[in-house]
């Protein structure tokens, strides 16, 4: 068998066509047994970039910002409730719930805003986070 460098090879499976290519491939694959695994190749920094978003969607948020939705039934008591957490006087607080969807508290612990949701839960009035 004749001896063939490593470039003369490179030659000449560069020359093939994709059709050839993947006739050689399946070849390969039967002759030794063995599956070829697809693999993209991307530059690195979009490796990078995607190492980073990942990390950063792995973080749990720490804030939140308080949002009353829907004031429910019980106005007179979702206004009590609101002038306790925000420290308004009973005109502002009074217009903040009648002006629902409104931004109640902003970034705040996640304990705090569950506390918050649930005194408001508790009289009617629907709260989501942000």
């Given at each position: 068998?004749?001896?063939?460098?490593?470039?003369?090879?490179i030659d000449i499976?560069?020359?093939?066509?994709?059709?050839?290519?993947?006739?050689?491939?399946k070849a390969l694959?039967?002759?030794?047994?063995?599956?070829?695994?697809?693999?993209?190749?991307?530059?690195?920094?979009?490796?990078?970039?995607?190492?980073?978003?990942?990390?950063?969607?792995?973080?749990?948020?720490?804030?939140?910002?308080?949002?009353?939705?829907?004031?429910?039934?019980?106005?007179?008591?979702?206004?009590?409730?609101?002038?306790?957490?925000?420290?308004?006087?009973?005109?502002?607080?009074?217009?903040?719930?009648?002006?629902?969807?409104?931004?109640?508290k902003a970034k705040?612990?996640?304990?705090?805003?569950?506390?918050?949701?649930?005194?408001?839960?508790?009289?009617?009035?629907?709260?989501?986070?942000?």
């Open positions: 068998m004749a001896e063939f460098s490593k470039d003369k090879l499976i560069s020359s093939l066509s994709v059709l050839e290519l993947s006739e050689l491939v694959e039967n002759k030794f047994g063995i599956v070829a695994n697809q693999q993209v190749f991307t530059n690195s920094s979009t490796v990078a970039n995607n190492d980073v978003q990942n990390k950063t969607t792995k973080t749990e948020q720490t804030e939140f910002d308080i949002i009353l939705t829907n004031i429910g039934n019980s106005k007179i008591n979702v206004i009590k409730i609101v002038r306790e957490i925000t420290n308004l006087g009973l005109k502002e607080s009074k217009d903040l719930v009648e002006g629902a969807p409104k931004l109640l705040v612990s996640k304990t705090e805003a569950e506390e918050i949701k649930k005194k408001l839960n508790d009289v009617g009035a629907i709260v989501e986070f942000k």
